[in-house]
Protein backbone atom coordinates (compact mmCIF):
# COMPACT_ATOMS: atom_id res chain seq x y z
CA UNK A 1 0.00 0.00 0.00
CA UNK A 2 1.50 3.39 -1.45
CA UNK A 3 -1.37 5.65 0.57
CA UNK A 4 -2.51 8.86 -0.95
CA UNK A 5 0.15 11.23 1.12
CA UNK A 6 0.70 12.19 4.43
CA UNK A 7 -2.43 12.56 6.70
CA UNK A 8 -3.54 16.26 7.96
CA UNK A 9 -6.75 15.01 7.78
CA UNK A 10 -8.41 11.88 9.90
CA UNK A 11 -8.61 8.82 7.68
CA UNK A 12 -9.36 4.95 8.27
CA UNK A 13 -11.22 3.93 11.46
CA UNK A 14 -10.37 7.60 12.96
CA UNK A 15 -13.49 8.56 10.52
CA UNK A 16 -15.65 6.47 12.96
CA UNK A 17 -15.65 9.66 15.46
CA UNK A 18 -16.75 11.90 12.21
CA UNK A 19 -19.89 13.71 13.02
CA UNK A 20 -21.44 11.62 9.44
CA UNK A 21 -19.63 8.83 8.63
CA UNK A 22 -19.86 7.36 5.20
CA UNK A 23 -17.43 4.34 4.94
CA UNK A 24 -17.59 0.55 5.24
CA UNK A 25 -15.30 -0.02 7.96
CA UNK A 26 -16.05 -3.91 7.97
CA UNK A 27 -15.30 -3.90 4.18
CA UNK A 28 -12.09 -1.41 4.66
CA UNK A 29 -10.40 -4.04 7.10
CA UNK A 30 -10.87 -6.54 4.64
CA UNK A 31 -9.14 -4.60 2.20
CA UNK A 32 -6.14 -3.76 4.27
CA UNK A 33 -5.93 -7.20 5.68
CA UNK A 34 -4.72 -7.82 2.34
CA UNK A 35 -1.21 -5.71 2.49
CA UNK A 36 2.17 -6.86 2.80
CA UNK A 37 3.74 -3.91 3.31
CA UNK A 38 2.48 -0.32 4.05
CA UNK A 39 4.76 2.66 2.53
CA UNK A 40 5.36 5.88 4.80
CA UNK A 41 7.13 8.95 4.30
CA UNK A 42 7.49 9.97 8.06
CA UNK A 43 6.99 9.07 11.30
CA UNK A 44 4.06 10.60 11.98
CA UNK A 45 2.46 9.02 8.92
CA UNK A 46 3.22 5.86 10.25
CA UNK A 47 1.74 6.21 13.80
CA UNK A 48 -1.33 7.23 11.69
CA UNK A 49 -1.65 4.18 9.45
CA UNK A 50 -0.57 1.72 12.06
CA UNK A 51 -3.50 2.72 14.12
CA UNK A 52 -6.25 3.19 11.95
CA UNK A 53 -5.15 0.33 9.66
CA UNK A 54 -4.58 -2.25 12.30
CA UNK A 55 -3.90 -5.31 10.22
CA UNK A 56 -0.95 -7.59 9.52
CA UNK A 57 1.60 -6.01 7.60
CA UNK A 58 4.49 -4.49 7.63
CA UNK A 59 5.84 -0.96 8.03
CA UNK A 60 8.08 0.69 5.21
CA UNK A 61 8.85 4.26 6.58
CA UNK A 62 11.48 5.03 3.64
CA UNK A 63 9.61 7.78 1.88
CA UNK A 64 7.31 7.80 -1.32
CA UNK A 65 8.77 6.77 -4.24
CA UNK A 66 6.63 8.89 -6.46
CA UNK A 67 8.39 12.05 -4.53
CA UNK A 68 11.55 10.52 -6.12
CA UNK A 69 11.24 12.86 -9.00
CA UNK A 70 10.44 15.76 -6.89
CA UNK A 71 14.21 15.47 -5.14
CA UNK A 72 16.00 14.52 -8.11
CA UNK A 73 14.46 16.58 -11.31
CA UNK A 74 17.37 19.44 -12.62
CA UNK A 75 16.52 22.64 -13.56
CA UNK A 76 16.89 21.63 -17.31
CA UNK A 77 13.57 19.03 -16.33
CA UNK A 78 11.71 21.93 -15.21
CA UNK A 79 12.37 24.03 -17.70
CA UNK A 80 11.28 22.07 -20.13
CA UNK A 81 7.99 20.73 -18.32
CA UNK A 82 7.17 24.84 -18.15
CA UNK A 83 7.64 24.96 -21.85
CA UNK A 84 5.83 21.99 -22.53
CA UNK A 85 2.77 23.61 -20.49
CA UNK A 86 3.36 27.19 -21.96
CA UNK A 87 4.52 28.69 -19.54
CA UNK A 88 6.47 32.08 -20.79
CA UNK A 89 10.24 33.08 -19.49
CA UNK A 90 9.96 35.14 -16.61
CA UNK A 91 5.94 34.08 -15.76
CA UNK A 92 5.54 33.28 -11.64
CA UNK A 93 3.13 30.11 -12.05
CA UNK A 94 0.92 29.35 -9.51
CA UNK A 95 -0.65 26.12 -8.90
CA UNK A 96 -3.78 25.98 -7.05
CA UNK A 97 -4.77 22.48 -5.92
CA UNK A 98 -7.89 22.99 -3.41
CA UNK A 99 -8.94 19.13 -2.06
CA UNK A 100 -12.51 17.99 -1.17
CA UNK A 101 -15.15 18.93 1.50
CA UNK A 102 -17.26 16.17 2.67
CA UNK A 103 -19.12 18.98 4.23
CA UNK A 104 -20.54 20.21 1.05
CA UNK A 105 -22.71 18.81 -1.54
CA UNK A 106 -20.81 19.30 -4.26
CA UNK A 107 -17.87 21.72 -5.70
CA UNK A 108 -18.41 25.30 -4.19
CA UNK A 109 -15.49 27.20 -5.18
CA UNK A 110 -13.82 29.23 -2.04
CA UNK A 111 -11.44 31.32 -4.21
CA UNK A 112 -12.60 33.61 -6.88
CA UNK A 113 -10.14 32.78 -9.31
CA UNK A 114 -10.74 35.09 -11.63
CA UNK A 115 -10.55 38.17 -9.17
CA UNK A 116 -6.72 36.01 -8.53
CA UNK A 117 -5.77 35.92 -11.87
CA UNK A 118 -6.70 39.64 -12.51
CA UNK A 119 -5.20 40.77 -9.42
CA UNK A 120 -1.59 38.93 -9.96
CA UNK A 121 -1.62 40.28 -13.80
CA UNK A 122 0.02 38.56 -16.80
CA UNK A 123 3.29 37.90 -15.03
CA UNK A 124 1.72 35.39 -13.24
CA UNK A 125 0.12 32.28 -14.84
CA UNK A 126 -2.71 30.46 -12.31
CA UNK A 127 -2.43 26.81 -13.03
CA UNK A 128 -5.93 25.45 -11.27
CA UNK A 129 -6.40 21.76 -10.44
CA UNK A 130 -9.26 20.76 -8.94
CA UNK A 131 -10.16 17.85 -6.57
CA UNK A 132 -10.97 14.73 -8.97
CA UNK A 133 -14.10 13.89 -6.72
CA UNK A 134 -15.77 16.77 -8.79
CA UNK A 135 -16.49 17.06 -12.55
CA UNK A 136 -15.30 20.42 -14.95
CA UNK A 137 -16.31 23.63 -13.48
CA UNK A 138 -17.99 25.46 -15.83
CA UNK A 139 -17.04 28.82 -14.75
CA UNK A 140 -13.50 27.77 -14.87
CA UNK A 141 -13.45 26.07 -18.28
CA UNK A 142 -15.21 30.04 -19.49
CA UNK A 143 -11.94 30.95 -17.32
CA UNK A 144 -9.62 28.59 -19.44
CA UNK A 145 -11.30 29.39 -22.85
CA UNK A 146 -10.74 32.78 -22.50
CA UNK A 147 -6.98 32.52 -21.69
CA UNK A 148 -6.98 34.10 -17.92
CA UNK A 149 -6.81 30.60 -16.16
CA UNK A 150 -5.53 26.97 -16.83
CA UNK A 151 -7.47 24.15 -16.30
CA UNK A 152 -4.58 21.44 -15.65
CA UNK A 153 -7.08 18.91 -13.88
CA UNK A 154 -6.60 16.51 -16.89
CA UNK A 155 -2.85 16.93 -16.80
CA UNK A 156 -1.85 13.47 -16.53
CA UNK A 157 0.91 14.11 -14.13
CA UNK A 158 0.72 16.00 -10.96
CA UNK A 159 4.79 15.66 -10.13
CA UNK A 160 4.84 17.63 -13.53
CA UNK A 161 2.71 20.27 -12.06
CA UNK A 162 4.58 20.81 -9.10
CA UNK A 163 7.82 21.14 -10.84
CA UNK A 164 6.70 23.75 -12.53
CA UNK A 165 4.44 26.01 -10.01
CA UNK A 166 7.14 28.68 -8.79
CA UNK A 167 4.29 28.39 -5.43
CA UNK A 168 1.58 26.25 -4.22
CA UNK A 169 -1.55 27.46 -3.13
CA UNK A 170 -3.51 24.78 -1.75
CA UNK A 171 -6.00 24.53 1.29
CA UNK A 172 -6.17 21.27 3.29
CA UNK A 173 -4.98 18.83 0.64
CA UNK A 174 -2.07 16.47 0.96
CA UNK A 175 -0.38 18.03 -1.87
CA UNK A 176 1.03 20.56 0.60
CA UNK A 177 3.31 17.83 1.94
CA UNK A 178 5.08 16.38 -1.43
CA UNK A 179 5.06 20.17 -2.72
CA UNK A 180 7.40 20.42 0.65
CA UNK A 181 10.03 18.38 -1.34
CA UNK A 182 10.91 21.16 -3.59
CA UNK A 183 11.52 23.81 -1.06
CA UNK A 184 9.37 26.11 -2.40
CA UNK A 185 6.55 28.78 -1.28
CA UNK A 186 3.45 27.92 -0.13
CA UNK A 187 0.29 29.56 0.64
CA UNK A 188 -2.59 27.82 2.79
CA UNK A 189 -5.62 29.69 2.01
CA UNK A 190 -8.03 28.48 4.59
CA UNK A 191 -11.39 30.49 5.16
CA UNK A 192 -13.10 27.66 6.29
CA UNK A 193 -10.36 26.07 8.98
CA UNK A 194 -12.88 25.64 11.89
CA UNK A 195 -16.12 24.33 9.89
CA UNK A 196 -13.75 21.56 8.02
CA UNK A 197 -11.68 20.59 11.21
CA UNK A 198 -15.18 20.16 13.24
CA UNK A 199 -16.43 17.84 9.86
CA UNK A 200 -13.79 16.00 8.81
CA UNK A 201 -11.22 15.96 11.61
CA UNK A 202 -7.31 16.64 11.62
CA UNK A 203 -4.10 15.31 13.42
CA UNK A 204 -2.38 18.69 14.08
CA UNK A 205 -3.56 22.74 14.00
CA UNK A 206 -2.09 23.64 10.18
CA UNK A 207 -2.99 26.74 11.23
CA UNK A 208 -0.65 26.59 13.98
CA UNK A 209 2.17 24.70 11.91
CA UNK A 210 1.93 25.61 8.31
CA UNK A 211 4.09 25.51 5.45
CA UNK A 212 4.07 29.27 4.89
CA UNK A 213 1.64 32.07 4.36
CA UNK A 214 -1.64 31.45 5.64
CA UNK A 215 -4.90 33.76 3.75
CA UNK A 216 -9.13 33.89 4.12
CA UNK A 217 -9.85 36.08 1.31
CA UNK A 218 -8.88 36.81 -2.20
CA UNK A 219 -7.20 40.02 -1.59
CA UNK A 220 -4.89 38.54 1.06
CA UNK A 221 -3.85 35.39 -1.51
CA UNK A 222 -2.67 38.09 -4.17
CA UNK A 223 -0.61 40.36 -1.13
CA UNK A 224 1.10 37.08 -0.29
CA UNK A 225 1.83 36.83 -3.81
CA UNK A 226 2.60 40.35 -4.95
CA UNK A 227 4.10 41.57 -2.15
CA UNK A 228 6.86 38.72 -1.72
CA UNK A 229 5.71 37.66 1.24
CA UNK A 230 5.27 34.33 0.47
CA UNK A 231 8.88 34.22 -0.62
CA UNK A 232 9.60 36.06 2.56
CA UNK A 233 12.14 34.70 6.02
CA UNK A 234 8.68 33.87 8.20
CA UNK A 235 7.41 31.79 5.85
CA UNK A 236 10.90 30.19 4.86
CA UNK A 237 11.09 29.55 8.80
CA UNK A 238 7.73 27.59 8.35
CA UNK A 239 8.62 25.90 5.50
CA UNK A 240 11.47 24.41 7.14
CA UNK A 241 10.56 22.99 10.34
CA UNK A 242 7.51 21.38 8.33
CA UNK A 243 10.01 20.35 5.77
CA UNK A 244 12.33 18.63 8.88
CA UNK A 245 8.85 16.99 10.43
CA UNK A 246 7.57 15.44 7.21
CA UNK A 247 9.87 15.44 3.96
CA UNK A 248 13.37 14.19 5.87
CA UNK A 249 13.10 10.69 3.83
CA UNK A 250 12.28 12.37 0.72
CA UNK A 251 15.61 12.21 -1.31
CA UNK A 252 15.14 10.61 -4.53
CA UNK A 253 15.47 6.86 -3.31
CA UNK A 254 12.38 5.86 -1.65
CA UNK A 255 12.21 3.91 -4.85
CA UNK A 256 14.82 1.81 -4.68
CA UNK A 257 14.37 1.29 -0.84
CA UNK A 258 11.18 -0.37 -1.86
CA UNK A 259 12.74 -2.59 -4.11
CA UNK A 260 15.72 -3.41 -1.70
CA UNK A 261 13.38 -4.50 1.12
CA UNK A 262 9.99 -6.22 -0.88
CA UNK A 263 12.02 -7.79 -3.74
CA UNK A 264 15.23 -8.27 -3.14
CA UNK A 265 14.71 -9.47 0.64
CA UNK A 266 17.34 -6.71 2.26
CA UNK A 267 16.58 -5.77 6.18
CA UNK A 268 18.31 -2.80 6.51
CA UNK A 269 16.97 -0.26 3.78
CA UNK A 270 17.30 2.80 6.10
CA UNK A 271 18.37 5.99 4.57
CA UNK A 272 21.74 6.57 4.71
CA UNK A 273 22.81 9.94 5.84
CA UNK A 274 24.67 11.15 3.01
CA UNK A 275 21.26 10.91 1.40
CA UNK A 276 19.12 13.25 3.68
CA UNK A 277 17.38 15.60 2.01
CA UNK A 278 19.19 19.00 2.27
CA UNK A 279 18.15 21.17 -0.93
Known amino acids: MTHHGTPLKWMGLDLRETPAPRMNFPALMRRCARWDY ?7 STL ?21 V ?46 LADGLG ?7 RLHYFYGA ?12 VRD ?23 IMFDYAVLDRPMIVHAPDWEAYRATRGTYFDLMAEPPGVVTTTEAGAIAALRSGEAWGEDARRARAAFRARFCALED ?27 R
Open 38 to 44: SVSSNPH
Open 48 to 68: VWERVYPTRYESLEVGYPRND
Open 70 to 115: LATATDGDVAAIRERLGIAPGQVAVLYAPTHREYRRGYVPLLDLAA
Open 122 to 128: RDHVLLA
Open 137 to 148: DPQLRRLHDAGR
Open 152 to 174: VADHPSVEELCLAADVLMTDYSS
Open 252 to 278: GHAAERVVRRVWLGERDVAPRPEQSLA
